[in-house]
């Protein structure tokens, strides 16, 4: 295997394909999304539960959106990309926050998002097939030849 290619995983499925391809085509897109501590003493959000997070507060804050989408990770010097299923909230004045803790090992600065540009419904049918078929919400795209 090329050094390049090293950790790739193509995308599962033809829906996943394309949407990854989609996705990158639509990478200068992203942006990141500032960080905020939302949690107060009668609710907090979970490391590692973005979509559930967003949904609990867009539920108690109903002037708030969920936005679903993918953190970009470009992986300078390899042959493909990482996408990582993310949702975050865009707030009554249009502005998006990361709601959900980082966790110990965090770094400073947020990881560009990518709105995933489809319905909810289609956001979740392609989640779910990518979380049944891997265990995990990455999906990645060769950009070039290895």
């Known amino acids: 295997m090329d050094i390049t290619l090293i950790g790739y995983h193509a ?5 996943l394909r394309e949407h990854a391809r989609a996705l990158y085509e639509r990478r200068h897109e992203a942006v990141p999304v500032p960080r905020r501590d939302v949690g107060d003493e009668t609710w907090q959000p979970g490391v590692k539960r973005c ?56 770094q400073a600065d947020p990881y560009p998002f990518v709105p995933a540009g489809v319905s909810e419904d289609e956001y979740a049918d392609l989640a779910a097939e990518l979380y049944g078929i891997t265990g995990g919400g990455d999906l990645y795209w060769q950009h070039a030849a290895a």
């Open 11 to 15: 995308p599962p499925s033809d829906a």
């Open 51 to 106: 979509h559930e997070n967003v949904d609990e507060w867009c539920g108690l804050h109903p002037d708030h959106e969920i936005v679903r989408g993918w953190l970009y990770f470009a992986l300078p010097g390899l042959a493909y990309c990482r996408f990582v299923s993310h949702s975050v909230v865009r707030r009554p004045d249009g502005t998006l926050i990361d709601i959900t803790p980082t966790g110990p090992l965090a």
